[in-house]
């Protein structure tokens, strides 16, 4: 283990993820943040994704060229994104099971962004735990496992029992969000205990740059009207409205082309509903891209959009902000604290394609770069001071 740290001053964070690309989603893109912020102050604990990594024991991992504490509870092939065991479970029971041995790096502060994870950890035992809310619905609610709506209610009753264990919580969404988390608690839960704290993106990253240079270096048209959407492909993330919506659209703008960027467990079926509605010249699945490739797809498009059903704080629409694209989206929890309408981009209240379309042709006129001052507060630079600032390291 790292000895050149008081580890009273470390932090270990527990996640389901492998700190570097595996799976996707907002959980990891947070872990990497705290990561680049803290560096080997951190001690992690996280699933192997490569064979020579040892499972249940603690060993020294370098991640990005920094040596981590690194602790795996299971080995997983990263090309599967949906397995037997749903992951939530599998993380419970295995965290559960090592929690003996990820302890004896005798480390205090805790970080958290699962609830499943919670559950085996908070208990009465006097640590440090941070825990951060990174959406704020009944994760259950929205699972790719059917099943797992029927114990929905009972999961999230044992979940707020157990936040009375932790010492800070933080809660990336906005008031309305916050509000009907506190109403689903009963009592369990108080405004009071919650500190609004917005994801983080890298401003070093996400920030304009040359439209026609961009789409130089990626090979792409000058003459195309290019809309994208970054994210996990997933049945919330509403990638059959875009779709219909980019329908509508394609009819008035007649030289666009809609990028998908990500990976998830509806790939099979996006890539089918392409093919069925003749689209593909037109909708393009370009798969999982590095943060420095996506700021380039970003920067290289017109229009940014969302049809989401349920987000947290949004840190795609936040990096598509940044970068001066603007944006038509639903209006998910964070949509209306992140777009300026009119300034930036549109919010749709409803998910009516009609309506959706119209706002994506109003938006896409804006001229680039659009308004980004509001969305540069959440720069990763300041994670660090901001984080210590409400949750005191002991």
Not at 180 to 191: A, F, L, P, T, Y
Not at 335 to 341: F, G, H
């Amino acid at each position: 283990m790292n000895k050149h740290f008081d580890n009273n001053k470390r932090i270990l964070v527990i996640d389901f993820c492998n700190y570097e690309d595996y799976p996707i989603g907002g959980y990891l893109s947070f872990a990497k943040n705290l990561m680049g912020c803290f560096g080997h102050d951190l001690a992690l604990v996280g699933i192997a994704t490569q064979h020579n990594d040892p499972v249940g024991k603690w060993f020294q991992k370098d991640i990005n060229g920094c040596k981590y504490d690194f602790f795996a509870i299971a080995r997983y092939n990263r090309s599967k994104t949906k397995h037997l065991i749903p992951d939530r479970l599998a993380g419970f029971l295995l965290v559960n099971y090592y929690k003996k041995r990820i302890f004896k790096i005798d480390i205090t502060n805790i970080f958290i962004q699962r609830q499943e994870l919670l559950l085996s950890i908070a208990g009465s035992n006097c640590r440090n735990i941070c825990y951060s809310f990174a959406g704020l619905e009944n994760p259950l609610n929205i699972s790719k496992y059917r099943y797992a709506g029927h114990i929905a209610n009972l999961f999230e009753w044992f979940f707020f029992k157990r936040l009375k264990f932790v010492k800070t919580i933080l809660a990336s969404g906005d008031e309305n969000a916050i509000d009907e988390m506190i109403q689903r608690s009963n009592g369990e839960v108080s405004k009071q205990s919650i500190i609004k704290f917005p994801t983080r993106i890298n401003t070093d990253i996400f920030r304009p740059l040359s439209r026609v240079e961009v789409r130089k270096e990626l090979n792409l048209s000058n003459t195309a009207t290019i809309l994208i959407t970054t994210g996990r492909l997933a049945p919330l993330k509403g990638w059959k409205f875009m779709i219909d919506c980019f329908i509508l659209f394609e009819k008035e703008v007649s030289n666009s082309k809609f990028y998908f960027i990500g990976e998830g467990e509806e790939y099979k079926k996006i890539q089918d509903y392409i093919a069925k509605n003749n689209l593909t010249e037109k909708v393009l699945l370009v798969g999982e891209k590095k943060s420095e490739e996506i700021a380039l797809f970003l920067n290289a498009s017109d229009l940014f959009i969302m049809g989401s059903y349920k987000e947290g704080w949004s840190t795609s629409l936040i990096e598509a902000i940044a970068c001066g694209i603007p944006a038509c989206v639903t209006n998910f929890s964070s949509a209306k604290d992140i777009i300026i309408e009119g300034e930036n981009g549109y919010v749709i209240d409803e998910h009516n394609t009609e309506m959706f379309a119209k706002g994506m042709l109003r938006a896409v006129e804006m001229p680039s770069p659009v308004y980004n001052d509001n969305v540069m507060e959440y720069g990763v630079n300041k994670l660090k001071a901001e984080l210590l600032k409400i949750w005191e390291l002991i």
